[in-house]
């Protein structure tokens, strides 16, 4: 499924939107937001931010059993096994463009056929 949007911004807005920074949580932009990553801020557009953390592992998951739904893994959640970098958002003033910014969400989803051969059935994995 893909999913976008545009949003229609002045020079300076855009400008302004590309390089802010957050040196605290409490630092507030009206189109971005931040989460603090070791000692540095990563800041993004408030319409990424998504408060949908489980999947449902079947398509008819009961939303009433905890059981078929699998949490939705964050490279941004505290797990120091994930290596996750910060990059530089810049401004070019020749081109009039934000390079950077995160701009979509990403998800991979591990998932397989399971069940009777003649009717199988999608099941995520993880």
Not at 10 to 29: I, V, Y
Not at 47 to 67: C, K, M, S, V, Y
Request: aromatic residues 10%; proline residues 5%; neutral net charge.
């Amino acid at each position: 499924m893909i999913v976008g949007c545009t949003q229609d911004m002045k020079r300076q807005e855009l400008k302004d939107f590309c390089t802010f920074t957050a040196t605290s949580s409490d630092q507030q932009h009206p189109m971005l937001t931040s989460r603090q990553v070791g000692t540095d801020y990563f800041v993004y557009p408030k319409w990424l931010e998504t408060n949908q953390d489980l999947l449902g592992i079947f398509g008819n998951a009961d939303p009433l059993d905890r059981r078929q739904w699998i949490k939705i893994e964050s490279a941004l959640d505290d797990n120091p096994s994930t290596n996750f970098t910060i990059k530089n958002r810049n401004f070019i003033e020749a081109e009039n463009r934000c390079v950077g910014m995160p701009s979509r969400l990403r998800y991979e989803i591990l998932w397989s056929y399971v069940g009777n051969v003649d009717k199988p059935q999608a099941k995520i994995l993880r």
